[in-house]
């Protein structure tokens, strides 16, 4: 884990290949667009979530609460989490939406959390590439301190200015990722995916943890109060002993989901 810190400290990234097996990424990719919300990106165009913070004994609510998942959010964000919430980001075969560059921790400090002691750990359920709308990140960005996220176009992203000179100083990184490569970025690391181009779908999991010293005193959800996290040891998960595979009747409804909070306009899918 150590080696993973490091780069983490120092890139607010990190990538770990082949952390879970095909038997688990092919279940949760049954799930995809089932119950989905539209989120309306700079463009106007839409991006596909499926977002929940309630965590049961379906796949969808055990991978969030497995050892491997939050070990290591554990180890990067330096003491015991809590579970913030966990979406599956969809892109269809040939969607224009785009997810703007943003620091996450841009919108959850409007929730009252303290301090950016928060991170995300996401796993690639297809493979991702540039050319099928890929995460990317800023490298080095989460050491860049809080930065504004005003509205922009339809709808709210890190000041692009700001944006545009740190990808001067440090670049920018395309996640290319297999399923089951996992990786796992600071609340202040910029990312954004662009549009997917090809015929190929682009699904990834991402679960975020907020650390449980950090309440936030605003929360948009009930679901993101700290509370410890029921823990599911690795072999359950990978034995296949869930209850079923999707969350659904748990998915935040458009009406509810703090994107609305955020100032994004949110669709029914
Ligand atoms: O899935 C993506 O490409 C990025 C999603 C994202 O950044 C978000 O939901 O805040």
Redesign the pocket.
Known sequence: MNRWLDDYRRDGYVVIRSAFPSSITDAARTAVGSGAIVVVDSAGER?E?NVWTDCGDDLLGMIPRCDTVVDLAETLVGEPVSHWHS?I?W?RPGSKGT?DW?Q?YGFWIEEGCPRPAMTTVSIALDAQDPSN?C?RVIPGSHLAGDIDHPAVGAGRAADPTVVAGLIDEHGVVDLELAPGDLVAFHCRTL???GPNASERSRA?L?CSYNAMSNEPSNPFFPGHRVRPIERVADDRLLGGRWASVDAASRFIPAAENGYVNEGYTVLDG
Do not use: M
């Open positions: 991006q979530l979406k980001s892109k997810w943003h996450d709308g995460l990312h954004g995916s990834i991402h």
